[in-house]
């Protein structure tokens, strides 16, 4: 997974808090099309998560969800409604007409 310059900013500001800690990416079955992103900070790495490091960011990749975005590109993203990151993932083959779930 690669992370954009804007997603690093974000990721950065998010793990500069006065309590560090780790930010983990996964997948959570929920939503029309089956899967969704789900964030979530923890305190240490599990047994068998991912790292990814990319300009001195680094973040978890749940072991559960690593063949469902492999490949994709995280991006922050920011408009008059909404401020959220973005998935890229190039192994999707449903998605749902929000764009809130995913199907692999």
């Given at each position: 997974?690669?992370?954009?310059?804007?997603?690093?900013?974000?990721?950065?500001?998010?793990?500069?808090?006065p309590?560090?800690?780790?930010?983990?990416?996964?997948?959570?079955?929920?939503?029309?099309?089956g899967?969704?992103?789900?964030?979530?900070?923890?305190?240490?790495?599990?047994?068998?998560?991912?790292?990814?490091?990319?300009?001195?960011?680094?973040?978890l990749i749940?072991?559960?969800?690593?063949?469902?975005?492999?490949?994709?590109?995280m991006?922050?993203?920011?408009?008059?409604?909404?401020r959220?990151?973005?998935?890229?993932?190039?192994?999707?083959?449903?998605?749902?007409?929000?764009?809130?779930?995913?199907?692999?």
């Amino acid at each position: 997974m690669t992370l954009t310059p804007s997603a690093l900013s974000q990721l950065r500001r998010l793990l500069s808090q006065p309590d560090p800690k780790l930010i983990r990416i996964g997948v959570k079955n929920r939503g029309c099309s089956g899967l969704a992103y789900h964030l979530e900070y923890v305190e240490k790495p599990a047994a068998f998560d991912e790292t990814v490091e990319q300009e001195g960011v680094r973040v978890l990749i749940d072991s559960k969800a690593l063949f469902s975005i492999i490949g994709s590109e995280m991006d922050w993203v920011e408009d008059k409604l909404n401020r959220r990151f973005v998935f890229r993932n190039p192994n999707i083959k449903e998605q749902c007409g929000c764009g809130e779930s995913f199907m692999v």
